[in-house]
């Protein structure tokens, strides 16, 4: 099945965005079964996400109807409805921020987490901190008004979040390796004076970030600073020609718009994304399906 998407993503103009996405599955499958297994190892269940109708997540079940305290992992690790499933989420580095007190998007990286849930919460006498019940990945606690049609309307509309959000994860990794590539160049391309002050006179505070300015010394060839600016950056800049300097100057701001992006971009349309992305497809980037929705 993989080779036969790549024949035809060769010829859409997206082999690059599907081979990457295969090496994605393949790399987060096998961290996955070793997440569930250390779970497992410590004796509890493991379940696929809306596997189960009736599941609930803990955060929203308590046992004390007067103080509402939600049942945590170990408050709640005696009960036969115990379990888990995993989802890939963004973790933070601790400890890690910069001079300003800001950390970066780069100082962390998505992994797998446990999200605590009881699979059966009526019959094992728990009951529901907020009323209506917020809607979650599953199926209501009994006594809501849902149909197996409005069921299967969530479980889909949940399996569209999480396909499209490895989409996005795929595509962060395409676009900075052909990012890498493309500011190799000698010369600024043809537009690139006009997006720069658009994005001073739009985005200044993208500019500050100092997110965007580790990623660009990462973008040409550096490596980020533990703390502070990118000291190879100015390097570059002093022993630049000027069209060199003006390539170093496109870097720094599309490192800027890549380090503010999110994998919740196509679902959320965001003004500086469009504009970075649609900046992007016009300097020769092939842009992913789900960019496409991220760019409008």
């Not at 004796?43 to 109807?65: A, P």
Request: glycine fraction near 8%; hydrophobic fraction near 35%; charge should be negative.
């Amino acid at each position: 099945m993989t080779v036969t998407a790549l024949i035809a993503a060769a010829r859409s103009g997206q082999f690059e965005h599907v081979a990457q996405r295969a090496r994605d599955d393949r790399d987060q499958e096998a961290e996955r079964l070793t997440a569930a297994g250390a779970l497992t190892a410590q004796g509890v269940t493991v379940i696929e996400e809306d596997s189960v109708d009736e599941t609930e997540e803990l955060y929203y079940l308590t046992d004390d109807q007067e103080t509402k305290e939600p049942l945590t992992a170990e408050s709640h690790a005696a009960c036969p409805g115990h379990a888990a499933y995993l989802v890939h989420r963004w973790a933070w580095n601790t400890g890690d921020d910069d001079s300003d007190g800001r950390a970066g998007r780069s100082s962390g990286r998505y992994e797998w987490q446990p999200v605590w849930v009881c699979t059966a919460p009526v019959a094992n006498g728990h009951h529901t901190r907020y009323q209506p019940l917020p809607q979650t990945h599953s199926a209501s606690l009994p006594g809501e008004d849902s149909s197996e049609e409005d069921r299967e309307a969530a479980r889909a509309g949940r399996r569209e979040v999480i396909e499209n959000n490895k989409a996005c994860e795929s595509a962060e990794r395409v676009r900075r390796t052909w990012l890498k590539t493309f500011l190799t160049r000698k010369t600024a391309p043809k537009g690139t004076a006009a997006f720069a002050a658009a994005a001073l006179a739009q985005d200044a505070a993208l500019l500050d970030g100092i997110g965007g300015n580790h990623l660009a010394s990462e973008l040409f060839g550096g490596t980020a600073p533990s703390y502070g600016r990118s000291a190879h950056l100015l390097d570059l800049a002093a022993d630049a020609s000027d069209g060199r300097a003006q390539v170093i100057l496109l870097g720094i701001v599309l490192a800027a718009y890549e380090d503010f992006t999110s994998r919740e971009d196509w679902r959320t349309t965001r003004a500086t994304t469009v504009r970075y992305l649609t900046h992007l497809a016009t300097l020769g980037y092939q842009l992913s399906e789900v960019e496409g929705l991220a760019a409008g």
